[in-house]
């Protein structure tokens, strides 16, 4: 986790300077569509137990900004519920994989109804790190609120405790990156796929048929010892090329790191904790806080870097990395 944010710290901005910057233009594309800003929501469990206004809060202050935003399995609300709370979206649905494919299919399914455009499988999570802070901190798990996808949902994988219970695949099922060919055999929707950082693992995502990948440590959630996400996205950049679209998300607080990570390459980046931060402070009304406060700072730095357009933020504005 400060790795992520360490990262961003090393990096440098190259800024070009009498630039005519009075308009500035931070809308781009996600997988086809038209968004306003280069940043997303990233999936994040149980926005109920932050706030009562929960996913719905989250959906309709992402929505009214025009910025993507993506819902996990494990949502206090049913995804139809969030859908509802923001019809016109862009929206998202993250899958952890369940022990049974029908179980997967049925979410894939109940989400392309519900006007989901993608589906992020998240990959990074076979069994659930030891989260020693939750732990010191009383985290119960018996304490989580119910999920809003239904009670057959399997919440995560306890560590190896409890067998059977994981997001991974059963043993006898179709192994590894052929469970992306069996999600497109399901849904027409493109599929995104969460916690890549290897070039290999990029690159076997695309081969079954990922339109994109995140590069993502899970926000330092996971592995101890994983490389910080803006670290592992130049290789993953450098193997994909122009097949797949490539995000980012770990550490992200700034326009400043929103601009770096598209230097390198990302196309766009995601929000973990800063999202839940705004939704614990203040609802729907802390995450459109949250989402109007990195756009401006967004704009500002783009401002600053004498860049107007998202295409113009290439790898000419960064900067040397420091201590190089
Ligand atoms: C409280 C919390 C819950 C999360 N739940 C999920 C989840 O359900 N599914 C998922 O794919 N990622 C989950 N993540 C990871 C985020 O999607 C994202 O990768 C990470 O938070 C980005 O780092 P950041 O928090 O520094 O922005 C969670 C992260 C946090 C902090």
Sequence with gaps: M??????FTRRTLRSRVLVDV????????????????????????????????????????????????????????????????????????????????SASQRLVERAE????????????????????????????????????????????PRGFETRGRTFTLRPDAESGWKILDQLRGVTDLPLVVK?????????????????????????GRQLDGAPASLDALPEVVAAVGTRAEVYLDGGVRRGSDVVMALGLGARAVGLGRPILWGLGAGGERGVARVLSLLMVDLLTTMALTGRRSISELDSTVLGPVRGT
């Excluded at 400060?2 to 990262?7: G, L, M, P, S, V």
């Excluded at 949502?75 to 899958?95: D, H, K, M, N, V």
């Excluded at 069994?127 to 119910?146: E, I, K, S």
């Excluded at 916690?195 to 899970?218: C, F, K, Q």
């Design 195 to 219: 916690g890549v950082l290897t070039a290999d693992d990029a690159l076997a995502a695309i081969e079954h048929g990922a339109r994109a990948v995140i590069v993502s440590n899970h926000g």
């Design 113 to 156: 109804k519900s006007g989901y455009s993608a589906i992020v499988l998240t990959v990074d999570l076979p069994v659930l790190a030891n989260r020693d802070r939750q732990a010191h901190g009383g985290f119960a798990l018996a304490a989580w609120p119910p999920l809003g996808n239904g009670a057959d949902i399997v919440g995560p």
């Design 2 to 7: 400060r790795a992520n944010h360490e990262a």
């Design 22 to 101: 009075s308009h500035i233009d931070p809308t781009t594309t996600v997988l086809s569509t038209p968004v306003n800003a280069p940043f997303f929501v990233c999936p994040t469990a149980y926005h109920g137990s932050i706030h009562p206004d929960a996913e719905m809060g989250t959906a309709r202050a992402a929505s009214a900004a025009g910025v993507l935003a993506a819902f996990s399995t494990l949502s206090t609300a049913s995804l139809e519920q969030i859908a509802a709370a923001a019809p016109a979206g862009p929206r998202w649905f993250q899958l952890y994989l369940q022990p049974e494919f």
